[in-house]
């Protein structure tokens, strides 16, 4: 057993939020066996992939994982039986160089035949649409538990906006949540989803389906990880140019973690006199009509909220890793990396640029 | 090459005046042509020559998406390829090479001399090629040429409110726009005129009930298309009503909805997926036949799966829009009528085992071609059903697994099918073979090229890569998938490029055909390979299904059989 193994077990370890109704899971590790070819870790990779959807990691991606893997057991023996069919006619009857000349015999038809292939698929689709309307019911009418948190996701030209309406935390493209590894008390995520401009989709494949974040309409969906760790996605809805480079991290912390998360980001923008030069350019420049810094003149809300912006890992929606010198390169021009974003390059010199970064790097 | 018993009357043998004519003249003859027969092969040509250009545009595509933060392309200029593509694969290539071959095949196996509205079935070409041109005259029109700006760059369905004002300026959308609604006019007098055609103008004896197949599924099709373009073309002018005359069908920021205009378009582009594969199912049911030696199997069946998916099509169209929130109420309806539509379609496929059941199956080009058909359209059909499963398709949806399914449809299913029809009928199109070596090298270039690109597809799809992105991060263990799906592209190039090779190579030097090289039994092979333009000399008269079979085996017809069961069923009436 390699480590393809132990990740199916971990992925099963979680008796309750897998249906009694529904065995199949035993059925997993041998398929993944079957699965896997000569070159056995390109398809490990299918079932542990950071993105992949048969590596679930939350209770409703567990409980879409169960119904795939049934619907792909069940479509593999149709396909196996017509395939077969199929290629035992090709060797049975094809034309061989000794054959006569005659006609087979001319056979126009059954009734019987007929009625028998278009009873037993449907029952078959029968069986399929049953087993998809619990889990449908089970995830979308999920009933929202007390201890849930609520996140309000925002879908802009190309960025996220997660707001926290318990907290008064705004932050972007990193979603903080608590873990929900206690089965006894799951702790679920609510996410409200709406856009501020066209249409787009939340997906993180290891949490959930995805749920489009329609313009001008109010969507949920919930996300429960199981286990700490980042979880990666992006948007899955065109939405315009730079629609690749609109990516989402979510950050399932302990309870403790994330309430410490939290604290921090419910503190105003850190106040350091030392870079008082760079909050002058800053508050001095258009930046403020689209960033908002608590505590600060800064208001904007266009852009993401910059209070704690070295909170965050990254930047450019996920895509670049927040570190001074690609925060000197994205303040000069945002262009450069990625064309046509919404942030203009506000023509600072290298002087102002300097100063600007090196505000933004205290706010912790 | 097998020369079968004329059917009396057919051929006229009177020698056609061959005098050398001017460039000009051959020209003028085309253009002004209304004759059934030069308007299905322009629709065919002007196919082919989209088909080149969708194709160059997907290779950059491919070319770009070929290694992780490619700079290859521009994030602009990719958005507007793969809109680009989409809207020439699906608009100028599939729709009017299918109908191309509708316009040719059906008066000559209903027996006729033309369609029912010769002049209308050329306004509708013609229609159709202005509609199309326009559309890539975004290239050079408006601000094009200067940094092509004009180009749509929306996708190939335009989801709005990116295409209001606001998020598409430019001409972009615009030309999208009108250039698919004028397109529509042109398919929409098509579909019509077969319609027509098909009710009115069969020959004598060819009651419904002995109508070939493909022209009952042509008649299905028409009808489809009769009624799932025009509201794509209502929503077309809503946009542009919203974008010049200020209003707010699809302008989220003045209370428009972005969903309304989802259901538009999916009300036409779904019934719209089994438009383009109804006709590819019509080329199966002549050709399988044909090279199984057999009549098919479950004609009446096969009639009925037809009419009962042309219904049931209409009603899936939200199962593209699992994600939008449409409630699990909604959710569960679509997931059973998207369910139910596999039933027919299962059906179809089972018949078609069943005709080659007991055969003896000759493996010319095109049957080999119908053949790959079955394998790749029956798994294209499963991962639909994966699809049509809400949940899975929460994952699945938006992401490469759903391009790969669809392009297993479009390419697996209906260009394959198209491929055989291509080897099939080439003959009485032009009076000559098709290369059978190069249309061997052709088929397994393809068959290889196509599982190296779609199959490996799914795999990237499944590892949460979205579609319509122009790069992704070196990261996610993507590259290597997207590696093996650029180099099946260009072998799919090659084949192709064989393919033509073949056809212009074949137009002048293939060997001679005759009348009926395949030793068929339907009723354009009764006449001259090309046909004259009056098809037939005297109107055909049939008593069965299969005519020639009737003439050439006058110890066993058809005609006794249907007659039989015929009368089987007023009696049990």
């Known amino acids: 057993m390699n480590s393809l193994a132990t990740e199916s ?67 593999a023996a149709i396909f196996v039986t017509v395939a077969g069919l199929l290629l035992h006619v090709i060797l049975r009857y094809r034309q061989r160089p000794g054959d006569d000349n005659h006609e087979p015999p001319q056979i126009y038809g059954s009734n019987q035949i007929e009625l028998a292939w278009t009873v037993i698929p449907i029952l078959i689709v029968f069986v399929l649409f049953l087993t998809s309307v619990r889990v449908i019911f089970s995830i979308q009418n999920a009933p929202e538990p007390k201890q849930a948190l609520d996140v309000t996701v925002v879908g802009h030209q190309w960025w996220w906006e997660f707001r926290y309406p318990k907290y008064g935390i705004v932050t972007a493209n990193e979603l903080h949540v608590p873990v929900s590894n206690d089965p006894n008390q799951p702790m679920p995520t609510y996410l409200k989803l709406v856009s501020a401009d066209v249409d787009h989709s939340f997906w993180v494949p290891r949490l959930a389906g995805k749920t489009d974040l329609m313009a001008g309409q109010v969507n949920d969906m919930w996300i429960q990880p199981e286990a700490t760790g980042i979880y990666y996605g992006q948007c899955a809805q065109f939405c315009g140019l730079e629609h690749a480079r609109m990516l989402i991290r979510v950050y399932a912390q302990t309870p403790a973690d994330f ?62 890793p927040n570190t001074r010198a690609n925060l000197e390169k994205w303040v000069k021009d945002p262009d450069l990396y990625k064309p046509g974003c919404k942030m203009p390059a506000m023509k600072l010199s290298d002087q102002d640029v300097d100063h600007i970064v090196s505000y933004l790097v205290t706010l912790h | 090459m097998a020369d079968s018993i004329p059917l009396s009357g057919a051929t006229d043998l009177t020698p056609e005046d061959k005098h050398s004519r001017l460039f000009l003249e051959v020209m003028h003859e085309w253009i002004v042509t209304t004759d059934h027969k030069k308007i299905g092969l322009m629709y065919i040509a002007a196919s082919l020559m989209f088909l080149a250009v969708g194709g160059i545009e ?7 998406l070929a290694v992780p933060e490619s700079k290859f392309l521009t994030p602009e200029h990719y958005n507007q390829l793969f809109t680009l593509h989409g809207t020439t694969m699906i608009f100028f290539v ?52 200067y940094g092509g700006s004009s180009v749509p760059d929306v996708g190939w369905f335009a989801y709005a409110p990116l295409t209001s004002k606001a998020f598409s300026h430019g001409n972009g959308s615009d030309y999208w726009a009108l250039g698919i609604f004028i397109t529509g006019i042109g398919t929409i007098g098509t579909a019509l005129n077969i319609v027509v055609t098909t009710i009115c103008m069969r020959c004598k004896g060819m009651k419904l009930s002995r109508m070939p197949l493909f022209v009952w599924l042509m008649l299905v099709t028409s009808m489809m298309a009769v009624a799932a373009i025009p509201p794509l073309s209502a929503a077309q002018i809503m946009l542009l009503i919203d974008r010049h005359l200020g209003g707010h069908f699809f302008d989220t920021q003045a209370g428009g909805s972005a969903v309304l205009w989802a259901h538009f378009f999916w009300i036409f582009g779904h019934p719209e997926v089994y438009i383009l594969v109804m006709p590819a199912f019509g080329f199966m049911n002549e050709i399988i036949p ?39 109420a909604a959710n569960t309806a679509f997931v059973l009528s998207s369910m139910i539509i596999a ?86 199109m032009t009076g000559r073979m098709m290369s059978e070596t190069l249309g061997k090298w052709h088929f397994w270039l393809f068959v290889l090229g196509f599982h190296m690109t779609f199959d490996f597809m799914h795999i990237v799809g499944l590892l949460g890569m979205p579609r319509e992105i122009y790069t992704y991060e070196p990261g996610n263990h993507w590259a290597i998938w997207n590696m093996i799906v650029t180099t099946g592209a260009f072998v799919q190039a090659v084949a192709i490029i064989v393919f033509l090779v073949n056809l212009v190579r074949s137009h002048f030097k293939g060997e001679l055909a005759g009348n009926d090289p395949w030793d068929a039994w339907t009723l354009e092979w009764a006449t001259t390979s090309p046909p004259p333009s009056y098809n037939f000399a005297e109107e055909p008269m049939v008593r069965s299904r299969r005519p020639l079979w009737d003439l050439k085996h006058p110890e066993d017809p058809d005609w006794k059989y249907e007659f039989e069961t015929e009368n089987e069923m007023t009696a049990h009436r």
């Open chain 1, 9 to 75: 077990v971990r992925s099963f370890g979680f008796p309750s939020l897998i249906s009694p109704r529904l065995h199949i899971h035993m059925l997993i590790p041998m398929l993944s066996e079957a699965l896997r070819g000569p070159d056995s870790s390109l398809f490990d990779r299918l079932f542990t992939s950071p993105d992949s959807i048969f590596a679930p990691r939350s209770a409703p991606a567990h409980e879409i994982f169960q119904l795939s893997m049934f619907v792909l057991i069940v479509t």
């Open chain 1, 259 to 320: 309430q410490k998360w939290v604290a921090n980001q419910e503190k105003p923008g850190v106040q350091d006199p030392s870079v008082a030069a760079g909050r002058a350019v800053f508050e001095h420049n258009a930046c403020i009509s689209c960033h908002t810094i608590k505590g600060t003149v800064a208001g904007g809300r266009f852009g993401p909220d910059l209070t704690h912006l070295m909170s965050r890992d990254t930047i450019a929606a996920g895509t670049l």
């Open chain 2, 58 to 64: 997907v290779l950059l595509m491919r070319i770009q």
């Open chain 2, 94 to 145: 599939a729709m009017p090479i299918l109908f191309g071959f509708a316009n040719y095949m059906v008066p000559l196996m209903i027996g006729a001399r033309d369609m029912a509205f010769p002049r209308l079935n050329a306004y509708s070409f013609w229609i159709f090629l202005f509609g199309a041109l326009l559309l890539y005259f975004s290239l050079i029109g408006g601000k094009g040429i």
């Open chain 2, 290 to 328: 044909v090279f199984s030696r057999k009549a098919i199997f479950g004609y009446p069946a096969m009639v009925a799966a037809s009419v009962g998916i042309g219904f049931i099509s209409f009603t899936v169209w939200a199962h593209h829009m699992f994600t939008v929130g449409m409630g699990a």
């Open chain 2, 343 to 428: 039933v027919p379609t299962g059906i179809k496929i089972f018949n078609w085992l069943a005709t080659m059941w007991g055969g003896k199956i000759q493996f010319t080009v095109p049957m080999l071609f119908c053949t790959a058909f079955l394998f790749q359209f029956t798994l294209a059909g499963l991962t639909g059903i994966m699809l049509a499963v809400a949940p899975f398709n929460w994952q699945l949806h938006n992401s490469y697994f759903v391009i790969a399914h669809f392009h297993y449809v479009i390419i697996g299913g209906i260009l394959f099918a198209l491929f055989g029809a291509f080897y099939y009928w080439f003959p009485k």
